[in-house]
C-alpha cells in the first residue's frame, strides 16, 4: 500500500511565524499535492508537483510556496502565517490518476 | 474552467433506504471523473472511478456526458457508509484533480 506520511497530525503557531509542513511519500510517485480542507468549500489545491524541483501554482497559492528537493518529499510553506490560514491541510502524491492521501495536519494561527 | 458541483452539504438517510449523492461536472473536453470518501478519523480514500465501471461497499456511478453528472448511488445503505464522500475530476492536465465541496451522508438506524 502507497504511504503518505505527514509529520505533524497538530500544530498551533503564531500570526507572523514561518511554518513549515512536511510530507513523505514511499512509492516513487512524481506527482505530489497540497490541498486545504474547508467545511463548505471542499479540497482546493494549493500547489503540486511533478517532478524534483518542478511546481505549479494550484487555485489559492497566495501566502504559500513548496519546495521539492527529493522526489519523495514536498514541503508546504506559509511564510507569514495568518489567522485566515488556520485549515486542515492535506498532502497527496498520484500514479495513473489515482490519489492517495495523508492522514492531514490540522493547522491553527493564533 | 474546470467546476464539480456537489449541492447537498448533508443528507440523511435511514439503514436500509436508497441514497444518491450528486455531483455535476463542467470541463471542456472528456475528463476523468472519481469519488472519494473519508470516513470518520481516517484519511481520504479513492472510492470509485468512471473509467472502471465497478460497483464498490455497494456503490456505483455512472457518468452521463449529456447532463454532465456523476451521480453516486447504493440501493440500500448500510450505517457504516456514514461519511464525508466529495466528488473529483481529473482533466486534460492528468496531474490535477478539481474536487467538490463535499456531501455529509448520514446514515441513520
Known amino acids: 500500500d502507497v504511504k503518505v506520511t505527514q509529520s505533524s497530525r497538530y500544530l498551533v503557531k503564531r500570526t507572523g511565524e514561518k511554518v513549515f509542513l512536511e510530507c513523505v511519500q514511499d512509492m516513487d510517485h512524481e506527482n505530489m499535492f497540497w490541498y486545504r480542507q474547508d467545511p463548505g468549500l471542499g479540497l482546493r489545491l494549493i500547489y503540486f508537483s511533478y517532478d524534483v524541483k518542478m511546481k505549479e501554482k494550484g487555485d489559492i497559492p497566495e501566502g504559500y510556496s513548496v519546495s521539492r528537493e527529493k522526489k519523495e518529499r514536498f514541503s508546504l510553506i506559509l511564510e507569514s502565517a495568518s489567522t485566515n490560514q488556520t485549515s486542515m491541510y492535506l498532502c497527496?502524491?498520484?500514479?495513473?490518476?489515482?490519489?492517495?492521501f495523508g492522514q492531514g495536519t490540522r493547522l491553527t494561527v493564533v | 474552467a474546470q467546476r464539480v458541483t456537489q449541492p447537498e452539504k448533508l443528507l440523511s438517510v435511514f439503514k436500509g433506504a436508497p441514497v444518491e449523492l450528486k455531483c455535476n461536472y463542467s470541463?471542456?473536453?472528456?475528463?476523468?471523473l472519481f469519488w472519494y470518501v473519508q470516513y470518520s478519523r481516517q484519511r481520504l480514500q479513492l472510492l470509485l472511478r468512471h473509467i472502471s465501471r465497478e460497483s464498490i461497499k455497494g456503490f456505483t456511478a455512472d457518468l452521463n456526458k449529456g447532463e454532465t453528472s456523476f451521480h453516486l448511488k447504493k440501493p440500500f445503505a448500510q450505517e457504516e457508509d456514514s461519511a464525508m464522500y466529495y466528488c473529483a475530476l481529473s482533466g486534460h492536465n492528468f496531474n490535477k484533480f478539481y474536487f467538490g465541496s463535499g456531501t455529509k451522508l448520514n446514515v441513520k438506524p
Open positions: 470541463y471542456s473536453g472528456s475528463p476523468e
Open positions: 497527496a502524491s498520484s500514479q495513473d490518476r489515482k490519489a492517495f
